[in-house]
């Protein structure tokens, strides 16, 4: 996967797409960093969320940064409760 030049608006979208992510996961996590590249199925946004002291990387993809974005959204819950999970029943 490639990483594309970023101009100032897509700059300022990740941005936000980070914090909108963070606000979405609470306490149950945080968005350590957020990634965007191309691949053959369009644009790609990795986000590295950290659980206590488990990272792991969760990826939307779509047409555009914004579809991208969205399944992002939709895709981090799962990871972050097992995660969160296995914090609880291991701590």
Not at 3 to 8: G, T
Request: charged share 25%; hydrophobic share 45%.
């Amino acid at each position: 996967m490639e990483s594309p030049p970023i101009d100032e608006a897509t700059s300022q979208f990740i941005a936000a797409a980070a914090s909108d992510l963070q606000r979405q996961l609470g306490i149950a996590g945080d968005v350590d960093s957020i990634w965007v590249g191309r691949s053959p199925q369009g644009v790609v946004l990795r986000a590295r969320i950290r659980v206590a002291e488990q990272e792991f990387d969760v990826d939307g993809s779509g047409d555009t940064i914004l579809l991208a974005h969205a399944d992002l959204c939709r895709r981090v819950a799962e990871p972050t409760l097992v995660s969160a999970f296995r914090q609880v029943l291991d701590g």
